[in-house]
T-cell receptor, first 119, second 118 residues
């Protein structure tokens, strides 16, 4: 089975530009998560969706960040306008259920990440 | 608030040595889950293990073993006879708030970078 697919793998952009990161979760997974990884802060949960509905976006750092999930097989994370401090690796992950809840086999499945560099 | 501390930022060992990665967590919840993830140099994150707060049995999977001790709020990870392919960043994580989706939190430690030298 295909895993979580993220695109692009690398993104280099100039400050002020709009950036859109894309994610295709594993088919059948009801939960989708966006994480950001930086050296200083480690892995941070930005937002997660359940059945395409945003449940908790309290991790989204600013209004410049927005995420959508128009259908069960696609999600986007958009940064507009981008800033150098947004440079990080952004991971998308999906799972059948909330990791830790009920099924033993519902760990997070991560994509390969998008490495964003804002100059 | 939940917190996961991985005090070891970087560890280097020589191949075939045993190595233990420490993880200390903080939570007021009585029901919680602990995880370990591996991030090899290629960058992806790979699930290794999940353990719930009611099960303190240690687990062994091949060269990997995990020691969960509620008394010290620790969930340490040991690699026996380390190999170069074990070189990666390892993340410990804690999930709480499982009663309903709106309260869910999964908190990661900052990771421990393990380098296994041939």
């Amino acid at each position: 089975d295909a895993g979580v697919i993220q695109s692009p793998r690398h993104e280099v952009t100039e400050m002020g530009q709009e950036v859109t990161l894309r994610c295709k979760p594993i088919s059948g997974h009801d939960y989708l998560f966006w994480y950001r990884q930086t050296m200083m802060r480690g892995l941070e949960l930005l937002i997660y969706f359940n059945n395409n509905v945003p449940i908790d976006d309290s991790g989204m750092p600013e209004d410049r960040f927005s995420a959508k999930m128009p259908n069960a097989s696609f999600s986007t994370l958009k940064i507009q306008p981008s800033e150098p401090r947004d440079s990080a690796v952004y991971f998308c992950a999906s799972s059948l259920a909330l990791p830790g809840l009920n099924s033993y086999n519902s760990p997070l499945h991560f994509g390969n990440g998008t490495r964003l560099t804002v100059t | 608030a939940q917190k996961v501390t991985q005090a070891q930022t970087e560890i280097s060992v020589v191949e075939k040595e045993d190595v233990t990665l420490d993880c200390v967590y903080e939570t007021r919840d009585t029901t919680y889950y602990l995880f370990w993830y591996k991030q090899p140099p290629s960058g992806e994150l790979v699930f290794l293990i999940r353990r719930n707060s009611f099960d303190e049995q240690n687990e062994i999977s091949g060269r990997y073993s995990w020691n969960f001790q509620k008394s010290t709020s620790s969930f340490n990870f040991t690699i026996t006879a380390s190999q170069v392919v074990d070189s990666a960043v390892y993340f410990c994580a804690l999930s709480v708030g499982l009663r309903w989706a709106g309260s869910y939190q999964l908190t990661f430690g900052k990771g421990t970078k393990l380098s296994v030298i041939p």
